[in-house]
Structures are given as C-alpha cells and as structure tokens.
C-alpha cells in the first residue's frame, strides 16, 4: 500500500464514521438512512454523465453490491436501534476484516503473508477490544451484538463483490455514481410507501441539510475506498479502513456521551500495531 491509497483509506475512515453518525443522530433511523441513500443517489446522478461507464462485466457485481447494501443498511439500522454507537459501530467494523481476509484468500486469491496475516489478526483483535471492553461493569446486549455481527458479515460481503466489480469496471468513479443510484433506491422508496407522502416530507424536512452532509460523506468515502481497491490487495485496505471503529469510538464519547475508557485506548494501540504490520507487509 503506497502512502497515496494509505492516506486516501485513513481520510475514508474519517468520512465513513461521521456519516455513520449522523445516521445514528437522527433518531428515527429510516428517515435518517433515507435522506443520506436518496441523497446519495442524486450525487450519483450528478457524476454519471461525467464519468465512464462501468464496463459489461462489472454491472453483475454492481447489482449484487447493491442489494447487499440494501440488507446492509437495514441491518445497521437495526443495529443502532439496538445498540449504542460505540456499541454498534465498532462491533460492525471489527468483524468485518477479518472475515474479508478470508473471503478474498477463498475467491480472490489473494492469500495474505505472515506479517499480513498477523497484522490482520492484530487488528481484529483490537477493533473487537474497543467494542466488548467498553461493556465491563454491564451485562451484554445480545440482540444488538447480534445484530452488529451480522451486519459486519454483509459488509465483508459487498466488500469482497465491489473489489472485484471495481477492478472490472474500467472506472472506479463511474462504478461508484452507478452503485450509488441502484443502491439508494430501495430504502427511500419503503420510506414513503410506509407513510403518506405529506407526512414523509414533513418528517424528513428538518434533517434535510443535516442528511445531504452525510450522503457526501457516504459518497466520499466509498469511493475512496473503491478507488483504494484498484491499487492494493482488498484484504489490508479493508482492515485499514477499520481504523474508522476508532473515530467511532471517539464520536461516541464526545458527542452520544459514551464510555471511552483505559481499556479502550489500550484495544486502540493493539490496532495501531496491526496496522503498521500490515504497512510493512505491503
């Protein structure tokens, strides 16, 4: 990983974890998701014409992210109904890596070495730490781990389909504007089939601006990371990009008055290390 696509994964991160948390903001969570996916699907709109075409063999994948993305989105929705998010959030990343490890050693071939492999495992284990350590003192919530876990499956799961679709795409801009669009047509099209229109729009209007801001956000870091797929193997920019569970973590105690503790900063050094094994690797 050069320091290009590791800079450009690090400020992925950033992105990523602050428009988790304007989701999470929002509380009703549906129309916090609909106004950042429909958001996301006029930028979309707005690159395509700008942008190359995916190529023929990249649309399956495209399509097959996009539904993922949709079964994403609810479960993450789920997850911070459930959950707090410093709970959620870094339970749904941490185990993202390490399952992205191994579907991309299964289907990609891309078996990592040993300074990889430990760097990974490090980072796993770090990322879980900053999840399960915050909760000493309180019994578990198992439904909203449960739901956290599943959700990190579905991201190891679109991670792996857009790595490949976006290497095949010939244009990882244009894969991007068009997964924004297939993809964010779903939850805001439930939104309003749920309620009456004039009662959507009334609820959606005071977030409005707040939910545009997170749908570029969203947008920006996606498509970093896509463009971060096209330069390094996928296994390693999906841990790195896991250093976003730490920004979670932050938000959390900053702004939702969370628990960020001793034993929380020590889960982040154990990432810190992981990371930098996996640089060496690459």
């Given at each position: 990983?050069?320091?290009?696509?590791?800079?450009?994964?690090?400020?992925?991160?950033?992105?990523?974890?602050?428009?988790?948390?304007?989701?999470?903001?929002?509380?009703?969570?549906?129309?916090?998701?609909?106004?950042?996916?429909?958001?996301?699907?006029?930028?979309?709109?707005?690159?395509?014409?700008?942008?190359?075409?995916?190529?023929?063999?990249?649309?399956?994948?495209?399509?097959?992210?996009?539904?993922?993305?949709?079964?994403?989105?609810?479960?993450?929705?789920?997850?911070?109904?459930?959950?707090?998010?410093?709970?959620?959030?870094?339970i749904a990343r941490g185990s993202a890596p390490l399952l992205v490890t191994v579907f991309a050693a299964v289907f990609?071939?891309?078996?990592?070495?040993?300074?990889?492999?430990?760097?990974?495992?490090?980072?796993?284990?770090?990322?879980?730490?900053?999840?399960?350590?915050?909760?000493?003192?309180?019994?578990?919530?198992?439904?909203?781990?449960?739901?956290?876990?599943?959700?990190?499956?579905?991201?190891?799961?679109?991670?792996?389909?857009?790595?490949?679709?976006?290497?095949?795409?010939?244009?990882?801009?244009?894969?991007?504007?068009?997964?924004?669009?297939?993809?964010?047509?779903?939850?805001?099209?439930?939104?309003?089939?749920?309620?009456?229109?004039?009662?959507?729009?009334?609820?959606?209007?005071?977030?409005?601006?707040?939910?545009?801001?997170?749908?570029?956000?969203?947008?920006?870091?996606?498509?970093?990371?896509?463009?971060?797929?096209?330069?390094?193997?996928?296994?390693?920019?999906?841990?790195?990009?896991?250093?976003?569970?730490?920004?979670?973590?932050?938000?959390?105690?900053?702004?939702?008055?969370?628990?960020?503790?001793?034993?929380?900063?020590?889960?982040?050094?154990?990432?810190?290390?992981?990371?930098?094994?996996?640089?060496r690797a690459g």
């Amino acid at each position: 990983m050069t320091p290009l696509v590791t800079a450009a994964v690090l400020f992925a991160a950033v992105t990523h974890a602050s428009w988790n948390a304007i989701a999470h903001r929002i509380t009703d969570k549906l129309v916090g998701f609909a106004l950042i996916l429909a958001g996301g699907v006029l930028i979309g709109l707005l690159l395509a014409p700008f942008t190359a075409l995916p190529a023929a063999g990249a649309w399956p994948y495209l399509v097959l992210s996009a539904a993922i993305h949709v079964v994403y989105v609810v479960l993450l929705m789920a997850s911070f109904r459930l959950g707090d998010f410093g709970q959620a959030y870094p339970i749904a990343r941490g185990s993202a890596p390490l399952l992205v490890t191994v579907f991309a050693a299964v289907f990609a071939h891309e078996v990592p070495d040993r300074w990889a492999a430990a760097g990974i495992a490090l980072s796993c284990a770090g990322l879980t730490g900053v999840a399960l350590w915050g909760l000493r003192g309180r019994r578990p919530d198992w439904a909203a781990i449960g739901a956290a876990l599943a959700t990190g499956l579905s991201i190891a799961s679109y991670t792996l389909v857009d790595g490949l679709g976006v290497r095949a795409s010939g244009s990882p801009l244009g894969y991007t504007a068009w997964l924004m669009v297939v993809q964010g047509v779903a939850i805001p099209a439930y939104a309003v089939c749920c309620r009456w229109w004039r009662e959507t729009v009334a609820v959606l209007r005071p977030f409005a601006a707040l939910g545009l801001f997170g749908s570029v956000l969203s947008v920006s870091a996606y498509g970093l990371v896509l463009w971060a797929q096209t330069r390094a193997d996928l296994a390693p920019v999906a841990a790195l990009r896991e250093s976003s569970i730490i920004v979670g973590a932050a938000i959390g105690a900053l702004f939702f008055k969370e628990r960020f503790g001793a034993p929380r900063i020590a889960a982040a050094g154990v990432l810190v290390v992981g990371i930098g094994l996996m640089l060496r690797a690459g």
